[in-house]
């Protein structure tokens, strides 16, 4: 990435499979008390893009509450998810049904490796992209923090590569800045934060580093005020881009003193 070519206006659009948002915030649909409480931070996030776990959320049985009428597809693009997907054969079965049940074509892979650290399986994830990006999907691909494995799965066609910040829903914040940084300044499609994040300041930090953007959903969902804290991490990611987009001061080891030191009397 061009760094002189992203200093513009931090409300400028991003884009992701030829689709373009002002947001940079994606937040998801699960743990939260009801439906209600999911919409309304969502709302309160700004956010554009929702996720949605299409093993956990009914979106396609009417007899029973369905989060489409109180997250509105009109409203939000939805992007579907593999979470709890532990085969390349059941992500990609996953999102053939949802194709069908609301013909969407963005979606997020995730292939998890175990129950216990929730760290992606890179090996089934590759093997399932490269089968969804031959059925003709726009895929976005949660993925571990690793450099090489990002560029590979660039090479196989994502749309956008998602590194963990830290374990799904540990709140741990940003681990490993410095292989973040490396894929950031290697790729060339969007690179967002996926897992990890647990409160505004890290979301910040994600932003700082260089994100286009960050998906949360624990952090959120899991406060305890959750509308308060969507708030915050819209206004965080906001700063974290208007930071990232300033340019920092350069570290030094010395004091520097903030006034000028000629003319004193």
């Known amino acids: 990435m061009d760094d002189q070519s992203q200093k513009t206006d931090a409300s400028e659009s991003w884009s992701v499979a030829g689709r373009t948002f002002r947001s940079r915030l994606i937040v998801g649909t699960g743990k939260y008390k009801d439906y209600a409480q999911n919409a309304a931070a969502a709302e309160a996030s700004g956010a554009e893009i ?42 990609v079965r996953t999102l053939r049904l949802a194709r069908e049940a609301g013909g969407w074509n963005l979606v997020k892979l995730e292939v998890l490796s175990d129950p216990k650290t929730l760290y992606p399986d890179m090996e089934e994830t590759l093997r399932a992209l490269k089968l969804l990006v031959s059925e003709g999907f726009d895929v976005m691909v949660y993925c571990s923090d ?3 494995y990002a560029r590979k799965l660039e090479e196989a066609g994502a749309a956008a590569i998602m590194p963990l910040a830290a374990p799904i829903g540990s709140g741990l914040g940003i681990q490993n800045p410095v292989t973040l940084r490396i894929i950031i300044e290697n790729a060339k499609v969007p690179v967002l ?21 960050v998906l949360m959903n624990t952090a959120i969902a899991e406060a305890k005020d959750p509308i308060r804290m969507a708030r915050a991490m819209k206004h965080a990611v906001i700063a974290g881009r208007e ?19 000629a003319g004193l009397i």
Do not use: H, W
């Open 146 to 148: 690793d450099p090489v």
């Open 50 to 91: 929702v996720t949605v776990a299409v093993r956990r959320v009914n979106i396609s049985d009417p007899s029973q509450p369905m989060l489409m009428d109180f997250v509105k597809p009109d409203r939000f693009t939805y992007l579907p998810n593999t979470a709890g997907c532990y085969t390349g054969e059941d992500a």
């Open 193 to 213: 934060v996926d897992a990890g994040v647990g409160t505004a300041s890290e979301a910040a930090e994600a932003m700082e580093l260089g994100c286009d953007a």
């Open 243 to 261: 930071a990232y987009l300033a340019g920092r001061m350069q570290r030094k080891l010395y004091a520097d003193p903030s006034s000028p030191l």
